[in-house]
């Protein structure tokens, strides 16, 4: 595709239901992150992943934030049990090669806990 | 800690005036970007200034950037309708985890 996806665009849950959110990068970029942005706030920084190496997991919030990679292409962040506190926007970005390239962003989903 | 911090949080202005937004950091790097975002969903890249870089142009923005007293500045000049938005800027920081750290945004607004 032309640009970097997200599914869902929404997403309602209840408290303690896993949910999955899925990010298609660009095509050939090798770098992927994902993101949290809480109402009014800025990004915080979740887990990137580059090539073959071992992700970056440093920004997950606690252990029931997962997310993996196939190769280089699509990316699902898995939060199972989820609380209140997890509402947010939830953004991908892909970027052609290492950090200090421009990220290029999905829409993001946006994701109630109720 | 929030590596990029923009000033002011909030700036509304009339169409046509111009807009300053400035950004602080506090560790060295090695670039500084800045973003757009509209209706709080996917952020949009507006131009990337390198440690080397003094100044830097993309049409009605002006990007200037001071590694002595880290901070950069994004000026939209002839501001728009369409410019409302909130901007952020994010930084590479050359130690560290290698990953940007993005500020808390200035949401820009302007008024017809």
């Known amino acids: 595709g032309a640009g970097v996806s997200q599914s869902p665009s929404n997403k309602v849950t209840e408290k303690g239901k896993d949910v999955e959110l899925r990010c298609d990068p660009i095509?050939?970029?090798?770098?992927l992150y994902w993101y949290r942005q809480r109402l009014g706030q800025g990004l915080e920084f979740l887990i990137y992943f580059q090539g073959n190496s071992a992700p970056d997991k440093s920004g997950l919030p606690s252990d029931r934030f997962s997310a993996e990679r196939t190769g280089e292409s699509v990316s699902t962040l898995t939060i199972q049990r989820t609380q209140q506190e997890d509402s947010a926007v939830y953004l991908c970005a892909s970027s052609l090669g290492p950090e200090r390239e421009t990220q290029y962003f999905g829409p993001g989903t946006r994701l109630l806990v109720l | 800690s929030q590596q990029g911090e923009e000033d002011p949080q909030a700036l509304s202005i009339q169409e046509g005036e111009n807009a300053t937004m400035n950004c602080s950091y506090k560790t060295s790097i090695n670039n500084l970007q800045w973003y757009r975002q509209n209706s709080g969903r996917g952020l949009v890249h507006l131009i990337l200034?390198?440690?080397?870089?003094r100044e830097k142009h993309s049409g009605r923005l002006r990007v200037t950037l001071d590694t002595s007293k880290k901070s950069s500045s994004l000026l939209i000049t002839a501001s728009r309708a369409a410019d409302t938005a909130s901007y952020f800027c994010?930084?590479?920081?050359?130690?560290?985890?290698?990953?940007?750290?993005f500020g808390q945004g200035t949401r820009l607004t302007i008024n017809p």
């Open positions: 994010a930084t590479d920081r050359i130690q560290g985890a290698q990953k940007l750290v």
């Open positions: 095509s050939g970029h090798t770098a």
């Open positions: 200034i390198r440690s080397n870089e």
